[in-house]
T-cell receptor, first 107, second 117 residues
Framework: DAKTTQPPSMDCAEGRAANLPCNHS???????VYWYRQIHSQGPQYIIHGLKNNETNEMASLIITEDRKSSTLILPHATLRDTAVYYC????????FGQGTRLTINP | DSGVTQTPKHLITATGQRVTLRCSPRSGDLSVYWYQQSLDQGLQFLIQYYNGEERAKGNILERFSAQQFPDLHSELNLSSLELGDSALYFC????????????????FGPGTRLLVL
């Protein structure tokens, strides 16, 4: 399983865009990048995933670099309810959760 | 709401006991996954079932077992419980469960919080 590296914590002001980086330099050509988040002790929530192209859905945008060695999750207008631990995962056979980034949205 | 349900929400028991956790996948999903989240280990994959058959195994102890029934719900059985088994147990489901390089999105339930005293 390809390893991912994320900053342990980030802060963002409410209403601003939150940009969460992830490095996955050992990713293979057919492996997808997945993002999940976990709010307090709730079940992890699926956010978005992508392979090569940038992706957008109602929750977030995912920007993957051309060499696929890193990606950025963008929450366009962060709210207090976006405070959570965000996990970047390279999925081959199974989800392997690292430590993630603890994102705090400040009022 | 992911559509995955888990019961019970909370469970308190004593060391040496046995408990059963239950999971109902989203409608139409054939695969069920079990994860354990403890304070010092993070989220750990335990086991996956696909349409009633074991598909993949992770860091599951021999004291733990699981099964998936014909109606696709799954149960995780934990026996000879130890203090260290206290954790959150999550179930997830996906449509197929044969992730061809990660094309399978898993949806998680709300979890069962187990406390072993």
């Amino acid at each position: 399983d390809a390893k991912t590296t994320q900053p342990p914590s980030m802060d963002c002001a409410e209403g601003r865009a939150a940009n969460l980086p992830c490095n996955h330099s050992t990713i293979s050509g057919n492996e997808y990048v997945y993002w999940y988040r976990q709010i307090h002790s709730q079940g992890p929530q699926y956010i978005i995933h992508g392979l090569k192209n940038n992706e957008t859905n109602e929750m977030a945008s995912l920007i993957i670099t051309e060499d696929r060695k890193s990606s950025t999750l963008i929450l366009p207008h962060a709210t207090l309810r976006d405070t959570a631990v965000y996990y970047c995962i390279v999925l081959s056979q199974k989800l392997v959760f690292g430590q993630g980034t603890r994102l705090t949205i400040n009022p | 709401d992911s559509g995955v349900t888990q019961t019970p929400k909370h469970l308190i028991t004593a060391t040496g006991q046995r408990v059963t956790l239950r999971c109902s996948p989203r409608s139409g999903d054939l695969s069920v996954y079990w994860y354990q989240q403890s304070l010092d280990q993070g989220l750990q994959f335990l086991i996956q079932y696909y349409n009633g058959e074991e598909r993949a195994k992770g860091n599951i102890l021999e004291r733990f077992s699981a099964q998936q029934f014909p109606d696709l719900h799954s149960e995780l059985n934990l026996s000879s419980l130890e203090l260290g088994d206290s954790a959150l147990y999550f179930c997830a489901s996906s449509v197929a469960g044969h992730p061809k390089y990660g094309q399978e999105t898993q949806y998680f339930g709300p979890g069962t919080r187990l406390l072993v005293l």
